[in-house]
């Protein structure tokens, strides 16, 4: 950790020569879409988290309804629901 802080620059100045060398480096043009690009891939790894932890969850058996006999009518329904909304959630995104 104080590795990190003796790399980091303390002088303002030293700041804004950074900047303005990557300005310099990028353009004024690209930088916006440098940063859009970053935005979408934060987005995207933020959706494939969600999306792993959804698998983790689908992967796992009921404890309560181990088997089918034990499982109410309504319940099954629901569950039947609930992987369709999945299915047309999975669908939107091709």
Request: proline fraction near 4%.
């Amino acid at each position: 950790m104080s590795v990190l802080i003796l790399l980091l620059p303390e002088s303002p100045m030293i700041w804004i020569f950074i900047v303005a060398v990557i300005f310099l480096l990028f353009g004024g043009s690209k930088l916006p879409q440098l940063a859009k690009a970053l935005g979408q891939s934060k987005k995207a790894f933020k959706e494939g988290i969600a999306e792993g932890d959804d698998d983790n969850r689908l992967d796992k058996p009921a404890k309560d309804a181990s088997t089918l006999s034990a499982v109410d009518d309504e319940q099954l329904f629901e569950e039947a629901r609930r992987r369709a909304r999945l299915r047309v959630g999975e669908g939107k995104n091709d």
